[in-house]
């Protein structure tokens, strides 16, 4: 089913939308999910989450792209309860090293002021990201969108896992020299 027949169907009220949206995209926002939380029961009720959000913002919204749309649903919750298991019990965690690694390239968000930078940088990101070649980008997007681990991008890839760090190192590099040619604060 095509995501147009699937919207009309959140437009329409009807509740097959959450089974054709389960069946198209379950899979999809499971992946993200998972991929965050590292627990089975907590992926799957963010993954039922994005449906009861969806059904709740569609109407109004119509998303030009419903599988963007549903994914940043499903990583937008997925880090909420991350974030929250953390707060409950202090240690190490795969996310902390994720944003740990790009921690000296975007600056942090804690007033106005530093929003407002912060909605420069998304576009700058946004630009730098267009610049890259196709499988630095995918590479990138991956681990810092996906939290996919090193492993699971050197397979998908197929290179060695240290060549996956190194595009890593090298792309963040490039991502530093990018925002501070823009003017961006680092």
């Not at 437009?11 to 899979?27: N, P």
């Not at 880090?79 to 921690?103: T, W």
């Not at 090298?170 to 604060?185: D, F, I, M, P, V």
Request: hydrophobic share 35%; with cysteine.
């Amino acid at each position: 089913m095509g995501d147009d027949m699937l919207l009309d169907l959140y437009w329409g009220r009807s509740e097959s939308a959450i089974r054709e949206t389960e069946k198209k995209y379950g899979a999809y926002c499971f992946s993200i999910a998972i991929n965050i939380l590292r627990n089975h029961e907590d992926a799957k009720e963010c993954v039922n989450d994005t449906y009861r959000i969806a059904w709740d913002t569609i109407p109004p919204q119509r998303p030009a792209n419903l599988r963007a749309y549903l994914g940043r649903i499903a990583r937008n919750l997925s880090l909420s309860k991350y974030k929250e298991q953390r707060r409950k019990k202090r240690g190490g965690d795969h996310m902390a090293l994720i944003h740990r690694e790009l921690e000296e390239c975007i600056p942090s968000t804690s007033n106005v002021e530093k929003e407002y930078e912060a909605s420069l940088v998304i576009g700058a990101i946004n630009s730098f990201l267009l610049s890259l070649d196709s499988e630095s980008r995918i590479v990138f997007v991956r681990r810092y969108w996906y939290a996919d681990s090193i492993q699971a991008i050197a397979t998908r890839m197929q290179m060695s896992e240290s060549k996956v760090k190194s595009m890593l190192f090298r792309t963040r590099n490039k991502l530093r020299a990018y925002l501070h040619k823009e003017g961006l604060s680092i």
